[in-house]
Structure formats: structure tokens, C-alpha cells
DNA sequence: CGTCTCGTTGAACCCCATCAAAGCCGGTGG
DNA sequence: CCACCGGCTTTGATGGGGTTCAACGAGACG
């Protein structure tokens, strides 16, 4: 998951097909803070995500991380370049995932829907990514807060009564090496947006958007 | 083309099979300033640049811009998103294409190398844009100029005498966009950069490369 | 030669990072 | 049950890197 402005209904990639010639059919579940696959891994099979949510970091030499992407359900991860994993990718939550084999897709052998699926999410992740950029080039911090908080809650928000919720599941940390920020400053952006009643907090990891048009209008710098 | 650390001598992705069962064979010419295609288009063609360079942007609705990539000889562009361009595509000099028919490809009806090309173009595109994400998020503005100038050196570099050169056919300004600054800092890093002995100046357009390793350790981080 | 665009340089400001400390919460063990 | 501990979050104070605003310089072109 990406921050992105061209968020549609259709956000979630279309599943797969349901079943994997050479792969489990059964989604295979994956412990809370176990690692799906690291950087520099032989790629040998993607994944979609079933239930829960994921992470996808990289570092540079010096330490310093970036978070490429949040999973969650319906998002597929993987993607090799030259036969490797370009990432770590690690389960922010108990995580299921389907899995399907790479060489069999790439090859050309699996069924045509399921490589069509396999380009679609592709260009779906490059199109996303582009989005993103827009975010870590051009927004100010509580732009990109809001950015944040306005894709997650369309993502995976869901209504309590007539109030929007929105988990987690990621620290402060992650949110910041996600967006460019420092834990610090996603820290005074929620504050930010707590006293101004745009938001309110059960918690450090459970948001209630109070008025959603308003964080949307300063996802888009309309502030 | 994206600011990325793991550039290989295969950086440049290996060329689509020369002829497209239905487009045209010969290259397509474009002329300096003008548009591949915008952003909203329907897309119908997926391109390969064979020579020049061309500029990749998407505009926030309050005008703040961001140069997505440029794309160099052998970089695909085109990568259509709900069948759409997702950005707009500028000649930043005179252009030669090769174009391939979209519906083509995704539609399972092209040849199997064309169609392993166009996935191996889009996971490179995919690995690509996640190094640029960790410079956009991670680096500090000199970090970024010595990495954009190392990567282009690599990438479209040549040699005079003993003298590497690069020339650059674009605008500080979308430098600046590209890079997530502004034009005036990219000006002043330019500068420190000449200053230090590390590059030289042939005009604005036109860069020398005096210490390639200095350039690269500043571009980590190392300086 | 005049004009226009682009690039460079300077000065002041401001946003965000950095450093530091206190608060909060869940977990553990007595 | 409660005290203690460690990690995460929040808040505060300060400083710096990059933006902003402004002016000047350098080519390109008519």
C-alpha cells in the first residue's frame, strides 16, 4: 500500500485465481513479526496477502530505513529483480498469504488469468509507486500525515456505529521511515490533527477519523 | 531512468524484440518539446526509447510537480494504469521510439519474448523506483545531486580523451523536481560539487566527472 | 542591442530533525 | 495485586538544512 491520490474502489488488486498449479491452494499462515522473505533471496514464489498486514523496508549502508510499502489484504508482494528479493518483507501482524510460483508465471506455463492477474498487480504496484513519489518529493509533513491517514482509512477503516476506525498496526517509527518523516514529527502531525477534531486516538494504533473530507482536504495541501 | 544503488551493467533493459506483429517496425520520431502522451490518455502503446530522452511528470492539483523519471535509451515507458497514462511524457530532445501495441501484449496474443520483455521491463521499473524511494526519503539534498550525477554518468556517461562526460538535457528545475528540491539547491550543490574538484563545468548542460569515486562515496552518504 | 529564459548567488526565514526528558502502557515477576 | 521495567509515544527546546524571496549574471534568439 501505497499513498496515493487515484485510490479507487478497485484499490485492491483483484485476487488471483484461487488455486496455484504448483502451489499450496491453502493460504499459509505466517507469525507476528516473522519474516516473509529478506533482500538478496532467491525469489521463487510471490504472495497475496489474505489477512493481516506486512511490511517492506529497505536500508541503506549507513542504517538509515526506508519503508518501501505497507501490505495488507489483497496487495501482492514479492516482485523479484534478477531472480531476488529487493526487500525485506516482515509481518507486522499474524498474516496469512496465498502464494503462487514465480518461474511457472513468468515462464509462461500457469493459465492466462493468472498471469494476467500477475501484470495487473505489477502495473497496479508501478502506478501506485508513482503516486507515492508525488508524496516523498512534494508534501509537507502534515500533508503527508493526512495523505496517510485519509489512503489508510479507505484502505482498511470500517465503520463503528457512524464512526470511521482505522488499526494500525504499524509503530510511529514505520509510519515515519514510510512517509520521509522522523517518529517525532508523525507524532506532532496526529496531536496536529487530534486538536483540531479532525481526528481522535483510542490508543496509540486506533484512529476515529471525525471528518474525512477535512483529511482529505489536507492530504491534498488544502490547509 | 531512477536514482538507484543496485545499477548493473544490465541496467539498461535488454532491448524488446525488434518487430511488433501489429505496429510498425521502424522507429518513430519525436520532436523536442513535444508530448509522447499526457496523463488521462488511453493507452494503446507502450514505448522503448532508441534515442534522446524524455521527462516523466505528474502535477498535484495546486501545481507542485514531480518529475516521476526520465527515460534514456533502452528505458520502456508507457506502463498504462486502468488503461490510462498515468503521467505525462515530454521529449526533452529529439526522440526515436519503438512503440508496441498494449492490448497486444496483455492480451496474451504476442509473441512469448515480447511478452517476457514487457514483464521483465516492469519488474525492473518496479526495483528501480524502490531505490529512488529510499533517496527521496532517506538522503540529504547533496546526497541526492552526487547520486543523480553518478547514476547518469553510469548511465549515459562518456568518455573524451581520459575525461568522462555527461550531458544533461534537462533543466535544473527538473532536476530539482525529480530529486524532491528546489532549483536553487540544485544550483548550490552543483557548485560545492565543482568546488571541491569532484566535477566540472563545460556549461550548465555539460558535466565532467573528475573524481567518479569521490562522487559515488558522496552519493552514500560518505562525506 | 534588447529581451527572455535559465542558472547562480545572497540573505532571511521556517519547517523539520535532533537531542532530551517525561508519560504511558503492557508485561513480568515478586 | 502491585511494583518494577522496557519499549513506544508524546512533548519540549534548540539548531540546521533547505526553502523562499530577491537580485544579478549568462547565453540564446530575434
Redesign the interface.
Known amino acids: 500500500m501505497y499513498v496515493t491520490n487515484?485510490l479507487?474502489v478497485?484499490e485492491v488488486v483483484s485476487s488471483f485465481p484461487p488455486s496455484d498449479e504448483t502451489g499450496p491452494r491453502l493460504p499459509v499462515k505466517i507469525r507476528e513479526g516473522s519474516h516473509l522473505f529478506f533482500e538478496g533471496d532467491e525469489v521463487s514464489r510471490i504472495y497475496q496477502i489474505v489477512s493481516g498486514a506486512v511490511r517492506l523496508t529497505?536500508v541503506?549502508?549507513?542504517g538509515?530505513?526506508?519503508v518501501?510499502a505497507f501490505g495488507f489484504p489483497g496487495d501482492v508482494v514479492g516482485?523479484?529483480?534478477?531472480g531476488e528479493h529487493?526487500?525485506d518483507c516482515e509481518a507486522l501482524t499474524a498474516v496469512e498469504v496465498k502464494s503462487f510460483s514465480l518461474p511457472c508465471i513468468?515462464g509462461?506455463s500457469c493459465s492466462?488469468p493468472l498471469?494476467?492477474a500477475?501484470?495487473d498487480a505489477?502495473?497496479?504496484?508501478?502506478?501506485a509507486?508513482?503516486?507515492?513519489?508525488?508524496m516523498?518529493?512534494?508534501?509537507s509533513s502534515s500533508e503527508r500525515v493526512a495523505s496517510f491517514l485519509s489512503v489508510m482509512s479507505r484502505r482498511v477503516g470500517y465503520t463503528d456505529g457512524d464512526m470511521l476506525c482505522v488499526e494500525l498496526p504499524m509503530s510511529r517509527c514505520d509510519i515515519g521511515?514510510f512517509?520521509?518523516l522522523t517518529t517525532e514529527t508523525v507524532s506532532r502531525c496526529f496531536t496536529q490533527l487530534r486538536k483540531s477534531g479532525i481526528i481522535a486516538l483510542d490508543g496509540a494504533h486506533t484512529v476515529l477519523v471525525l471528518r474525512p473530507t477535512a483529511l482529505k482536504a489536507l492530504s491534498?495541501?488544502?490547509g
Open positions: 487515484s479507487a478497485d529497505r541503506l549502508p549507513d538509515r530505513r526506508q518501501i516482485f523479484p529483480h534478477h529487493h526487500c513468468t509462461g492466462p498471469r494476467q500477475f501484470i505489477a502495473l497496479h504496484e508501478i502506478a509507486m508513482q503516486d507515492h513519489f508525488l516523498l518529493g512534494r508534501k521511515d512517509l520521509g491534498d495541501g488544502e
